[in-house]
């Protein structure tokens, strides 16, 4: 069974930064592209960044290029989404997916 747990959002001021995690278990991690996406109130879900798993090729959404960075670590089944200069247009739910699979997401607010 598939489990993706994300962690690491909170509530911050505009400018500063957060780090979220997702760790997955009972998949094959380092087989597979993994995404972050993000659905703030009233919007439909939309892709933030991804990260292949061949080469470790990155995309990122052009409204945050520049200020997330995303990363993986195979070793530990966990993807990282560095996220720097947040705006309150950042506010949202992230959730990181795989194959098709969710996690419960994690709340980040941006406001003063």
């Keep these: 069974q ?3 747990v994300e962690s690491g959002g909170g509530l911050v ?3 500063g930064s957060l780090r979220l995690s997702c760790t997955a278990s009972g998949i094959t991690f380092n087989y597979y592209t993994i995404g972050w ?3 703030a109130p ?10 292949s798993s061949s080469d470790g090729s990155t995309y990122y959404r052009d409204s945050v290029k520049g200020r997330f960075t995303i990363s993986r670590d195979n ?5 990282y989404l560095q996220m720097n200069s947040l705006k309150p247009e950042d506010t ?7 194959s098709n699979h969710w996690g419960q997401g994690t709340q980040v607010t941006v406001s003063s």
């Design 75 to 79: 070793a530990k089944n966990t993807v």
């Design 13 to 15: 001021q505009p400018g």
């Design 37 to 39: 996406f993000r659905q």
């Design 42 to 51: 009233g919007k439909e879900r939309e892709g933030v960044s991804c990260i």
């Design 2 to 4: 598939v489990q993706l």
């Design 92 to 98: 949202g739910i992230y959730y990181c997916s795989v």
